[in-house]
C-alpha cells in the first residue's frame, strides 16, 4: 500500500510549525521518526491531509543532565539514547530498556518525542515515564504546559495533546538512593511488541522497608496501565516473598484490562502479567538492595 | 515554504551521484531509489518497517527507505546496495557473503549488507551476539540466520585484515 495524498511542509523553526498547526488543526499530524506514523499512512489507517515534518528544527535533540533528573528533547532518536551516557547515569531504567525496542534501523529515525506522542500501548516508553513519573512540556501558539506522564496518556493512541500542541520535550526524574528498577516482558520475538509487560520501581529506607513503589505494565490496557493501588500495598512493609505475592496479585486480577487479538489471549495477557510483575518487583528489590 | 500534494524538486545524492527530480511528498524513498532513479537493488518487502528488504543508509547510518518519504533526504546523502561495491569489485562485506554463503535467494541481502556495512564500521570487532541483535530487524526465511552470521563474523575478520 501507499501512503495517500497530503501537503508536505517542513519547517525550520518551532515557531513555523506550531503556526502550520494552529492553522490546520486536527487535518494536520507531526511527522517525527515516522516509525509508527508511516507504517499507518501505508496502511492508510492514517491519512492526514497535512504533514508537519519537524525533523528540520534543530535542537530538538538533546539529553541533558539536571536537577534532581534529566531533559530529553523530543527529535532525541532512540540509538542516542541507547548510547548515551547520561541516560545511562540518570534514566537507567530508560537506558536500559531502549536496545529492545524495535531494531536498529528504526531506532535510527524513531524518536523520543514521537513514541510518547503516539501512545501505542503496547510501546515501552509511555509505561516507562509513566513508572518514572516523567512530566512532558507541551508548546502551542498558546502557550506552554508541563503535564505529567500519568496524566498524558488517556487511551489506545490519544494523549492530552491539543491538535495546536507539540511536546518538545520530557523530564525524567532521577531515582532517589536506595532504589531499584526493572522491566520485565514477553514477546514472541525479540524486539517485537511485547505480549504483556511491566516496568517496576522500588525504594527503600535504611532498614528495608519499602517507602515508595510503582508497577506500570504495558500491552495489558488501553494506555500504561499504573497499578496504584498495588503499589500503595508494597509501601510501608518488607519486600517479602508474601508481599510480593500480594501486590501481583491485585495489580493483575484487578489493575489491568488485556485484550484478546490474534497474538494472544487476554487470560494468556494475564497469566504473563502474573508472573512478569512478581519478576520485576524481584529484580527491582535486588537493585535496591545494592545486589544487581 | 509552500506546501502542496503536487511535486517538490529534491535534491538528494545516492552513491556519490547527485539526483534531481521532481516527486510527490507521499512518494516513498524506497519507491524513488527504485522507480524515479531505477536502482532496484533495494527490495520491497513489507512496506511498514518489519522485513528490513529496504533498508539503506543515509548519511551512514542505516534506515528503513519504506519509512521515509523521499522529500526528507533533501539534502542528505543515501548508499544503497549499489553503492557498496560492484560485481568485479565486492566490498569485504559482500565478498564474506558470498564465500560464507551468506545468502540464497538474495532478496533480503541488500538491506542485511547496508545494514551490516554500517554496523562494522563503529563495531570492528563484534561478537556473534553483537551480529545477531543487528540483524535483528531483517528477516530472511532461507538461511536460518547461520550462514549470514558466519558471513558478518568472516567480513569483520576480513576488514581487521585489510
Redesign the interface.
Known amino acids: 500500500?501507499?501512503?495517500?495524498?497530503?501537503?508536505?511542509?517542513?519547517?525550520t523553526t518551532l515557531d513555523?510549525a506550531l503556526s502550520l498547526l494552529s492553522e490546520h488543526g486536527y487535518d494536520a499530524k507531526v511527522l517525527a521518526g515516522?516509525?509508527s506514523l508511516?507504517?499507518m499512512?501505508?496502511?492508510r489507517i492514517a491519512q492526514p491531509a497535512?504533514?508537519v515534518?519537524i525533523?528540520n528544527i534543530p535542537d530538538l535533540a538533546y539529553i541533558n543532565a539536571e536537577e534532581g533528573g534529566v531533559r530529553v528533547g523530543a527529535l532525541t532518536r532512540h540509538?542516542q539514547s541507547e548510547a548515551s551516557p547520561v541516560m545511562a547515569q540518570h534514566a537507567p531504567l530508560i537506558y536500559s530498556t531502549m536496545?529492545k525496542i524495535?531494531?536498529?534501523?528504526?531506532r535510527?529515525?524513531g524518536t523520543f518525542g514521537g513514541s510518547l506522542s503516539h501512545a501505542d500501548p503496547a510501546a515501552e516508553l509511555p509505561t516507562l515515564t509513566t513508572t518514572l513519573d516523567a512530566k512532558f512540556r507541551l508548546v502551542s501558539q498558546r502557550g506552554e504546559r508541563w503535564v505529567s506522564a500519568s496524566e498524558f496518556f488517556l487511551g489506545l493512541y490519544t494523549t492530552a495533546l491539543e491538535p495546536d500542541e507539540i511536546l518538545v520535550e520530557g523530564f525524567v526524574p532521577e531515582l532517589p538512593p536506595h532504589s531499584g528498577w526493572s522491566l520485565q516482558e514477553v514477546n514472541r520475538r525479540?524486539?517485537d511488541f511485547a505480549l504483556a509487560g511491566v516496568a517496576a520501581v522500588l525504594t527503600l529506607d535504611e532498614n528495608g522497608i519499602c517507602q515508595n513503589a510503582r508497577l506500570v505494565f504495558l500491552s495489558v490496557g488501553d494506555h500504561p496501565m499504573y497499578a496504584e493501588r498495588a503499589s500503595n500495598l508494597l509501601k510501608g512493609q518488607a519486600v517479602t516473598p508474601e508481599a510480593i505475592r500480594a501486590a501481583t496479585e491485585l495489580a493483575t486480577t484487578e489493575e489491568i484490562d488485556p485484550g484478546d487479538d490474534i497474538h494472544a489471549t487476554a487470560d494468556f495477557r494475564r497469566h504473563l502479567a502474573n508472573t512478569l510483575c512478581q519478576r520485576a518487583i524481584e529484580q527491582a528489590h535486588q537493585r535496591a538492595q545494592g545486589k544487581q | 515554504m509552500e506546501a502542496t500534494t503536487q511535486k517538490i524538486e529534491l535534491s538528494v545524492t545516492v552513491n556519490g551521484t547527485r539526483y534531481e527530480r521532481a516527486v510527490e511528498p507521499r512518494m516513498l524513498l524506497s519507491d524513488f531509489l527504485r522507480h524515479e532513479i531505477g536502482l532496484t537493488g533495494t527490495h520491497v518487502g513489507c512496506e511498514h518497517g518489519v522485513c528490513g528488504a529496504c533498508s539503506v543508509l543515509m548519511d551512514g547510518e542505516p534506515v528503513r527507505s519504506c519509512l521515509m518519504f523521499a522529500v526528507q533526504t533533501q539534502g542528505h546523502e543515501i548508499t544503497t546496495v549499489e553503492g557498496l561495491g560492484a560485481v568485479d569489485a565486492l566490498s569485504p562485506v559482500q565478498q564474506a557473503f558470498h564465500e560464507a554463503h551468506g545468502l540464497q535467494c538474495g532478496f533480503c541481502t541488500p538491506g542485511i549488507l547496508t545494514t551490516v556495512t554500517a554496523f562494522l564500521e563503529t563495531n570492528p570487532n563484534p561478537s556473534e551476539e553483537e551480529v545477531r541483535e543487528v540483524i535483528s530487524g531483517n528477516l530472511c526465511r532461507c538461511t536460518g540466520y547461520q550462514h549470514i552470521v558466519d558471513a558478518v563474523l568472516l567480513a569483520a575478520k576480513k576488514k581487521q585484515a585489510s
Open positions: 500500500m501507499k501512503p495517500a495524498p497530503f501537503e508536505y511542509y517542513a519547517p513555523e515516522g516509525q508511516v507504517p499512512m501505508n496502511f497535512v504533514l515534518d525533523n540509538h536496545p524495535a531494531y536498529p534501523q528504526v535510527t529515525r525479540k524486539h
